[in-house]
């Protein structure tokens, strides 16, 4: 009977989605408000209010989604041992 192999993958896209969230998360706290106009940045980032708030959303979906696969796995390698 062979073991699975560790899921680095899994772990790996976790860290990116982490990394990513954080990133456009800092520079969204820093650099971008709600307003009359709706969610706008200021420079360097201006014009890039809706992208930043896309890809904040997105990375957390992907990073709940990947930390759960990640957890699958880790524990299905560990009784696999």
């Not at 772990?11 to 971008?32: E, F, K, P």
């Not at 201006?46 to 990640?70: H, K, M, P």
Request: charged share 5%.
């Amino acid at each position: 009977m062979s073991a699975r192999p560790f899921p680095y993958i899994s772990i790996a896209a976790a860290a990116i989605s982490t990394v990513v969230l954080n990133v456009s998360n800092t520079i969204q706290q820093r650099h971008c408000a709600f307003g009359f106009g709706g969610f706008q940045c200021n420079s360097p980032f201006s014009g890039y209010g809706e992208t930043l708030l896309t890809t904040t959303l997105a990375s957390f979906t992907v990073l709940v989604v990947s930390a759960a696969i990640a957890a699958w796995k880790l524990i299905a390698w560990f009784r696999s041992r």
